[in-house]
Every structure is written in structure tokens, then in C-alpha cells.
């Protein structure tokens, strides 16, 4: 029996991104991620907030609705170069203020200035974070194996619009594939090129194929997947968590309800 893992409504491709700092340009950038459909996920300096180009506090769930705010500590210092007891108050402290904006629990961050090490990775899950984003372009479409090490595919710089559409027309049910961009959003008014993220959202909002999601939604996901239970001849499954989730079961769309054990034979 060929099964093969899908994302959502039995897609094989997804696509996410995350945009940092939280500045005021934010605004337009969400508008046009609203425009189109596109989610994405956009890591806040709470110590920031308020102070001269960063978005106000008071704004905070009103402009992300929708989308999803993660931490990007609390003043955005080189994690390296201060105390793991700083790191920890941080992070605790970031997601204690943008919480209480936001209404729901934050399990995802991204390295300052892309900094990290391994004592830092290690204690991020006695934190609360689930997954932390790095600013390591990879180029390809693969599934993070650690998500608290989660490469992207490319900054919006890297050729974005090629990449997209190498994205977009590869084509493979029998592979999850995921497409994460990352950027600042006053890159683009720095450089007056907010027609590239436009360009970007029309090319993928085209197509029906792709799962839009925000990060914690793929990390959410894939858990589930990888918590799936199957029989020794694979032909029942049980999923244990409360969402759906979707498997290729000789080339049919299968959705395995949360709570639900499916034969699948």
C-alpha cells in the first residue's frame, strides 16, 4: 500500500512566510497579504512598540488578524553575546506583553540578527517555543527536520519571483513541499520595490494547489502528522490530535479526522 502524507484539503505544496520588527510599514504589507489571501507571520520587539517607526501596542490584534504574531525578543539583543539568563527573560518577557495584545499563547520566535547556538536551542521548549525561524536561506522546498532550527527558502531578495514559479510549477504528490520567505517589511519601502511582493502575491494566489498557512499552522500540522498512529499492515490509522489531516492512500485523498481511526485499506 502506497501512503504518502498531504497537507490540508489533500495538497502536496504549502507556502508561509514571516516578516520581522514590526514596523509601521507592516501595515501596507498586510494589506496586501489581505488582498490576496496570503497568511503569514510577523515577529514583534515588544520593548519596541510605540517608539518612533514601529507599530503602536493598541494596534497590534486589529492589524495581525488573521496572520500570526510570534516573538523576536523583547529588544532584540545578539542572543550569543548576553547571559542565558537574559536570553530567558527575553523571550518569557517578549511573550508575556505581546500575548496579552494578541489573546493567545506565542510558540514561535525568530533569532534576532539570526544568532543562535546550541545552548540556545536547547532551552527554548522549557520557554514555550515550539519553533524559531533562522535566516539561512536553503533554496529548496523541503520540510524543516527541527523546527527550532527552521531554515528558510529565501529572503524576498534572493529571486524571489523565480523562485516562485520553480515552486509552483514542480510538481510531485508523492512529497510534501514547503516554500518559506522572510523578510523586513521597510525593505521594501527602503528600496521602492513593494511591487515585488505584489507580483509575488498575484503569482501565488493563482493556483488552488498550494495550502496558505501561517508558521505555527505548518508546525502544527506536521506534528500532527508525525503523530499519526498506523497498523503493523498499515491499513487502519488513528489520528490522536483534535485537527484533520489528509493522506494519499494509492493515489486517493484520504481525511483522517481528529479523534478518528480510519481503515484505510
Known amino acids: 500500500m502506497n501512503i504518502c502524507y498531504l497537507f490540508p484539503g489533500g495538497r502536496s505544496k504549502a507556502l508561509t512566510l514571516s516578516y520581522d520588527d514590526g514596523q509601521i510599514y507592516d501595515r501596507k504589507l498586510v494589506s496586501i497579504f489581505n488582498e490576496y489571501g496570503i497568511k503569514a507571520t510577523f515577529f514583534l520587539n515588544s520593548a519596541n512598540l510605540g517608539k518612533d517607526i514601529f507599530v503602536l501596542p493598541d494596534e497590534v490584534p486589529q492589524l495581525y488578524k488573521g496572520h500570526e504574531v510570534g516573538i523576536h525578543t523583547k529588544t532584540h539583543p545578539f542572543l550569543d553575546s548576553i547571559p542565558l539568563e537574559s536570553v530567558i527573560e527575553e ?64 529572503h524576498h531578495k534572493q529571486d524571489l519571483l523565480e523562485i516562485t514559479k520553480r515552486f509552483l510549477e514542480t510538481e510531485n504528490k508523492n512529497h510534501l513541499q514547503l ?35 501561517t508558521n505555527i499552522e505548518v508546525v502544527r500540522y506536521i506534528k500532527a502528522l508525525r503523530l499519526l498512529e498506523f497498523s503493523a499492515k498499515r491499513d487502519i490509522v488513528y489520528n490522536p490530535l483534535a485537527i484533520s489531516v489528509w493522506l494519499s492512500v494509492n493515489g486517493r485523498t484520504v481525511e483522517v479526522k481528529g479523534g478518528e481511526i480510519v481503515e484505510i485499506k
Open 179 to 213: 516554500m518559506y520567505v522572510w523578510g523586513h517589511s521597510f525593505e521594501f519601502e527602503r528600496e521602492n520595490n513593494w511591487k515585488l511582493i505584489e507580483e509575488f502575491c498575484k503569482m501565488a494566489s493563482k493556483t488552488t494547489s498550494v495550502w496558505f498557512a
Open 91 to 154: 523571550v518569557i518577557e517578549d511573550r508575556k506583553c505581546l500575548e496579552t495584545l494578541v489573546g493567545y499563547p506565542i510558540k514561535g520566535m525568530s533569532y534576532p540578527y539570526g544568532v543562535y547556538n546550541e545552548e540556545i536551542v536547547k532551552i527554548l521548549p522549557s520557554l514555550g517555543i515550539e519553533y524559531s525561524r533562522t535566516v539561512n536561506s536553503t533554496y529548496s522546498f523541503n520540510i524543516p527536520t527541527n523546527f527550532l532550527v527552521w531554515n528558510p527558502t529565501c
